[in-house]
């Protein structure tokens, strides 16, 4: 990599690419088409080897507002005062930044992903971060990454005053080298209030503006860096590519931004706004151009610049956070430029950051930069812009099943404490308790008390939105494909667990080198059992990512991780289910699949043992989420879990640990040959079990009053069980 | 007719939307006022600082701001008996520019809210907020009743008081301890408090009694929809929990 000064062409782009590059231009590119295409063409922007597979997911629905192609997707929320209302939502990964140099990584990951949801109009109102972190060993690099990124996700995120409100961690070996940062975030938005992020018709001659930061010679190669397997070797010098994090100014360009849209509304106009993200200025110009048919012509001098002298490749190219882009007419272009840079005072907050014209669209679909008088860069809009393909071989995934072993006798005395205790069950609150997640004063049930976050996001609705997160490494370490159709289930699960209908999905794909034929099966499959799980329950997925060449400098990929986020609505959050148990002598039922396997649990893990994974019926899972919600709606369910990582004895448990900390004493009494599979369902707390649809349905015990959990017959503290569970983390997380 | 109350908005504050809401739906009558605006709030009755990062909390947290425009019309004002509410980074910067505890003459820090100890970093954490002055020591807890309890968020790295023991004499012995975090049955020990807070301090008073200033978010758990275990009635949207302390504010501007 170039070090962002000298403007070296040392790009990543193929001699093929190369090739068909001269060739349609006739002529040698120049060092700015050169880095442009380098850009464009990445992985990271072009999707070139996964876009047509993602071609397969279901992305249509009666809720989709906007579905996937833009930097975010939308879904239909409800109407408040005849108003019609839609969650925005976005998922990305910053995976290799946040390897490299994890604070800035994970708080640039959210500091882009914010940008994702803004520029369509749309409120900012929660984020949620998904991680997969390396062994959680205080001490060493993958320790070092794990407190890092939960720092750089916290710091940027309470800065800019948006709460995070769902997330997961998982820890293990497989990301010691790789660890994954997915990111996802909210808004809410008036639909009629949407803006594209593309030109809209009549676009001709209306100015680009360029909004935010003054551009530096930071994230330079960033989306081909991206595209590229880490070297440990190379890591120092690619943390140049790596964007430098401005949580203070993108505080107040959200709220700048807000204005401008209010300025919008009240004068009827039409705009298209886009993120700068990957490929920079080039990038984010040539794509909301071309992608409403029109071409560009921007004038790099034009450009508020951090420090003199850069080469024009790093002006076009490079990444620096904190911008977006405007097309706007000319009269309003005027009056968003005072919003920007004199109510809201721009120029004072960072050094010379500003709003300011740069270009033009034009109606020759062609991309022109011109710097100091000269034209450095002239092609075809389409050409640049328009999706290249790369057909790379393939191994069919075969399903790996563990062999059916006879189970051991389980001993549900010392494997309790143990499975509690285990990485992947144990208290998230020494993270989650770091990040904001009430500022704005929405939310209903905050991270860590629930399956899913709520928030009721607008002011003076009984509207609310819930989000969880999945995707489980443990299966896929064992069936990438599996591991994507369950992850669909968990997330969804999650939020239906709440209270909450489910709307729709947004997705991030981590995975190896597409150019091993093995670890790009693990994506195509993947892909299968996405595309799977989301239509046969008609949750269309309106935005995702993808991220490729997750690999290890031993050449192995990291596991198999489909992540996913699944939104759902309450029509009146005060249908909200809350924490904890409740009361003494409510029926526990288990709703959904009971199946006795342990392929992939915790316990597995746990016993050192396979086995085969849960077998999914998508049947069963609708008639399971329909009694959920039925009996949800009929007020008889006092608490609710999804079933997860640890079984449903860890779901009873933590609904015992949040009624212990709200000061009742209840436990509970449950009878189940082995508790700690994890096959899947809900428990509920219901007080009245005589409407329920009892088909698929078990019994497995009551609460009791004192704060004991009874197994079996085997007593356990509830406050000793608690402490168990809550201190794993606090090493790691001091 | 009740005052009108302001809430500034430095570059980086970031609890304005809510602050004003809940106020509103308190019955008072609450806008934002903007930093770029800041010569027009000469003419308000009351003002809420509002929590967030201004200024980034270079240096420390409200040191620049204390210094900001804005601060001279809210010190102007506080000097002539107006209210002013600072609650988590207002209630820093009220520390920084020396309104409260108020126990030196002039705008002269004498106490700060440093970094929590023993965990040094950002801490998100339900607590309980209990008055320890008479509710009418202040005007703005004037309509609180005796001990009353406020729940609220802390949400802050930096919200431990920190004085020379001197200091911390002063501020007990002159009634400037306005709060102290409590459990849930208004009991006070160690574990209540998530910062590390001398004296368990959780807000602090002026000597006049009408500039609070307060390290938890009391508008973060303000309506029902905050707490729908602790619902208060049945209305999800109706102002419940922490914003007793924001009625009794508002009773007081009018």
């Known amino acids: 990599m170039g070090n962002g000064l000298t403007g070296a062409p040392d790009v990543a782009l193929r001699d093929d690419e190369l090739q068909r590059i001269r060739e349609r231009l006739g002529r040698e590119p120049t060092t700015v088409e050169l880095h442009a295409f380098d850009a464009q063409w990445s992985e990271h922007c072009s999707y070139k080897s996964s876009r047509h597979h993602l071609k397969r997911l279901p992305a249509d629905g009666s809720t989709v507002v906007i579905g996937p192609g833009e930097d975010a997707g939308a879904l239909h929320l409800g109407v408040h005062d005849g108003v019609r209302y839609a969650v925005v939502i976005a998922h990305e990964s910053h995976n290799h930044p946040s390897q490299i140099v994890p604070f800035e990584g994970a708080a640039t990951g959210i500091g882009g992903i914010v940008r994702d949801v803004l520029c369509m109009g749309a409120e900012v109102i929660g984020v949620a971060d998904p991680l997969r972190l390396g062994t959680n ?19 940027y995120g309470n800065a800019i005053g948006v709460p995070n409100i769902a997330g997961d961690a998982y820890f293990e070996r497989g990301f010691n080298e790789n660890c994954l940062v997915n990111v996802v975030a909210l808004g809410i938005v008036r639909e009629d209030d949407l803006i594209h992020s593309y030109a809209p018709k009549g676009a001709e001659d209306w100015e680009i503006v360029l909004v935010g930061k003054a551009t530096d010679p930071s994230g330079f190669g960033g989306a081909s860096f991206s595209s590229l397997t880490l070297d440990a070797q190379e890591s120092e010098v690619n943390k140049g590519a790596v964007q430098v994090p401005d949580p203070f100014l993108k505080n107040v360009l959200m709220r700048a931004s807000y204005r401008v849209f209010g300025l919008l509304r009240e004068r009827k106009i039409v705009a298209a706004f886009k993120d700068l993200g990957a490929g920079g200025i080039m990038g ?19 450009v508020n610049v951090a420090i003199e002298g850069m080469p024009p490749e790093v002006i076009a190219v490079g990444e620096t956070q904190e911008r977006l882009l405007w097309l706007l007419p000319a009269d309003v272009a005027t009056d968003v430029l005072r919003i920007y840079n004199e109510e809201f005072t721009l120029p004072q907050v960072a050094h010379n950051a500003r709003a300011a014209v740069i270009g033009r ?20 809009s389409d050409f640049l812009t328009g999706s290249i393909r790369d057909e790379l071989p393939y191994t069919e995934v075969i399903r790996h099943q563990g062999a059916v072993q006879e189970l051991p006798a389980v001993d549900i005395e010392t494997l309790f404490p143990a499975v509690l205790a285990h990485r992947d069950v144990a208290s998230r609150e020494p993270i989650y308790r770091r990040y904001d997640a009430v500022v704005r004063g929405c939310t209903v049930l905050p991270r860590g008390t629930a399956d899913a976050g709520v928030l009721a996001p607008i002011p003076g609705s009984r509207l609310g939105v819930a989000l969880a997160v999945a995707g489980n490494p443990r299966y896929g370490r064992i069936d990438s494909g599996f591991a994507a159709e369950f992850a669909v289930l968990e997330a969804m699960r999650a939020v239906v667990a709440v209270g909450a209908r489910p709307l729709g999905l947004s997705d991030c794909l981590n995975f190896g080198n597409p150019r091993k034929p093995d670890q790009y099966g693990e994506f195509v499959a993947a892909v299968d059992g996405l595309g799977r799980a989301a239509t046969r329950l008609d949750l269309p997925i309106v935005s995702g990512n993808v991220s490729l060449y997750n690999e290890s400098a031993d050449g192995s990929a990291v596991p198999a991780s489909t992540i996913v986020a699944c939104v759902g609505v309450l029509e009146d959050v005060a249908q909200v289910v809350t924490p904890g148990l409740k009361e003494t002598r409510s029926a526990l039922l288990w709703i959904g699949s009971r199946e006795l396997v342990v392929g992939g649990s915790v316990l597995a893990e746990v016993l050192g043992i396979e086995g085969p994974l849960p077998s999914i019926s998508y049947g069963a899972e609708r008639t399971a989420v329909g009694i959920v919600r039925d009996a949800i709606a009929r007020g008889v369910v006092r608490s609710c879990r999804a079933i997860r990582d640890g079984g449903v004895l860890t779901a009873v448990a933590r609904l015992a640990f949040d009624a212990h900390l709200r000061g009742r004493a209840i436990g509970a009494e449950i009878d189940f040959g082995n508790p700690l599979c994890e096959a899947g369902g809900f428990l509920c707390e219901v007080s009245d079990d005589s409407e329920i649809d009892l088909t698929g349905t078990l019994r497995i015990g009551e609460t009791i009053g004192g704060s004991e959990l009874v197994v079996n017959g085997i007593r356990f503290s509830i406050p000793q069980l608690y402490a168990v569970w809550s201190q794993p983390l606090a090493e790691l997380y001091p | 007719m009740s005052g009108k109350i302001a809430v500034p908005v430095f570059p980086g504050t970031n609890s304005e939307d809510e602050t004003v809401r809940l106020l509103g739906d308190c019955g008072g009558d609450a806008e934002l006022v903007h930093w770029s605006d800041a010569e027009r709030l000469g003419t308000y009755d ?17 040191a620049i701001a204390a210094h900001d425009r804005i601060m001279d019309f809210v010190a ?27 126990t030196s003459v002039g705008r002269k820090p004498t106490a700060a809210f440093a970094k929590n100890a023993p965990e040094p970093h950002f801490v998100c ?13 202040s005007a703005i807890t004037a309509a609180l009743p005796k001990d ?19 200091r911390l004499d002063e501020i007990v012995a002159g009634d400037h301890l306005a709060f102290v975090y409590a459990h849930n049955d208004g009991t006070v020990d160690a574990a209540a408090v998530p910062n590390g807070s001398a004296l368990g301090c959780a807000g602090l008073v002026n000597r006049a009694g009408n500039v609070l200033a307060i390290m938890p978010h009391p508008e973060r758990d303000g309506w029902n929809f905050n707490h729908p275990d602790r619902c208060e009635g049945t209305d999800v949207l109706a102002p419940s929990g922490g914003a007793a302390l924001f009625r009794s504010f508002v009773v007081a501007v009018a």
């Open chain 2, 125 to 137: 954490r339900h607590v309980y907020m209990r008055l320890a002055v008479e509710p009418s020591r």
């Open chain 2, 76 to 102: 102007h004002a506080a000097e002539r008996g107006k209210l002013v509410l600072g609650i988590c980074n207002g209630a820093q910067i009220l520390l920084e520019a020396g309104l409260v505890p108020g």
């Open chain 2, 148 to 166: 009353a309890l406020v729940p609220a968020w802390a949400a802050h790295a930096e919200g431990r008081l920190a004085a020379t023991p001197q």
């Open chain 2, 46 to 62: 009351a003002y809420v600082l509002s929590g967030g990062f201004a200024y980034e909390d270079r240096i420390r947290a409200g």
């Open chain 1, 284 to 302: 984010c110009s040539a794509e909301i151009t071309a992608q409403g048919g029109y071409g560009a012509e921007i004038d790099l001098d034009k």
């Open chain 1, 361 to 380: 669209v034009t109606a020759q679909r062609r991309y022109v930069l011109r710097y100091r008088g000269a034209t450095v860069m002239d092609v075809e």
């Open chain 1, 137 to 155: 060993d205080a001490k060493g690099h993958p320790g070092y990454v794990a407190r890092g990124v939960v720092d750089g996700i916290g710091g």
